[in-house]
């Protein structure tokens, strides 16, 4: 039987045309082209990251769920639904504007097989002075106001435009409205869905030339009209404390401050994911260690047991509740 230890991934990188190359700054191999993701932990048909270290060195997270996901991953740590690890952990670089764009809920009817809904959340790591992001309809809109505005090309009319700091958090439930926009990089724990309903994109060309394709129908069908909008700061209250800055049904999302080393423990029932947001340090267990970088994204396997991070960093933890 393979002892578990905690993985770390060489993300996916994803070209779009909204990308930049500020993802160079975490020392990732960078193709060529706008790349605006890179999918650090990620068991997906459109990307799934490979093992960095260890004996399993070189495998897909899915090789490694099918050898040990029920083990590794925890009571918890499958997808009910696809089989499939249940998170996709992401690092977005936002050069240009993202499409205004919504996300269906795990009960919409036209998901593509296969497909879980997706309910997301962003943790600021970087914003220019000035960046804003456009977070869910203003007060007062219902379907027929809304598509109106669509119909009369105003729908920036309809939206919050929000301004963004690093360390702001915001959690985006199925069906809320938004787009990340120009000098923002951000962190992003979602379900493990690439489903993306697009409402508008500026009549911008795609990067084969063309305008990508707009999805107006099923976009009016998941949109919560009645969502509220909240962002959270994310100032902990201290070194080597937890602050919760995310809930859902689908995750939980802690932030910490690490100074010196705070001793930690897995839980039975779920992996936990990590994600090096600044600083440097190491993650400690059983006689052994792992450097920890900024844009390092690690899974700690459920059946890990003690453990330790030490440093001086910042880092955002993921688990399933």
């Known amino acids: 039987m393979m002892k578990p230890y905690p993985l770390l991934f060489v993300p996916v990188m994803q070209e779009k045309v909204w990308g930049g190359r500020s993802l160079a700054r975490f020392g990732f191999d960078m193709p060529d082209g706008p790349i605006g993701e890179a999918w650090l932990i990620a068991d997906h048909p459109h990307g799934t990251s490979t093992v960095k270290n260890g004996p399993l060195a070189g495998l897909g997270l899915d090789e490694v769920r099918e050898r040990y996901g029920r083990e590794w991953f925890g009571k ?179 932030k910490a401050e690490i100074r010196g080393r705070l001793a930690l423990a897995t839980d039975p029932d779920s992996f936990q994911l990590l994600v090096v947001c600044e600083g440097a340090g190491e993650l400690r267990w059983d006689g052994e260690s792992l450097a920890l970088t900024p844009g390092a994204g690690i899974l700690v396997p459920a059946n890990l047991g003690e453990y330790a991070l030490e440093g001086e960093l910042t880092v955002l933890r993921s688990s399933l509740p």
């Open 76 to 254: 918890k740590g499958l997808s009910q639904r696809t089989g499939r690890f249940p998170l996709l952990l992401k690092i977005l670089d936002c050069e240009d504007d993202l499409s205004v764009q919504v996300h269906p809920g795990d009960d919409y009817e036209r998901l593509a097989p296969g497909e879980l809904g997706k309910t997301e959340m962003w943790y600021v790591l970087d914003a220019k002075p000035g960046a804003t992001i456009l977070y869910d309809l203003k007060p007062g809109f219902d379907r027929e106001s809304f598509s109106r505005l669509i119909q009369e090309d105003r729908i920036m009319e309809g939206l919050q435009e929000v301004p963004v700091q690093p360390g702001d958090a915001f959690y985006i439930p199925a069906g809320t409205v938004h787009a990340l926009r120009a000098g923002v990089l951000v962190v992003e724990v979602q379900q493990n869905s690439d489903t993306t309903y697009r409402l508008y994109d500026y009549n911008r060309p795609g990067l084969d030339g063309k305008p990508r394709a707009l999805h107006i129908e099923d976009s009016l069908n998941v949109i919560r009209y009645d969502a509220q909008a909240s962002k959270q700061t994310t100032e902990v209250p201290g070194p080597n404390q937890w602050l919760r800055i995310a809930e859902s049904p689908y995750f939980l999302v802690d």
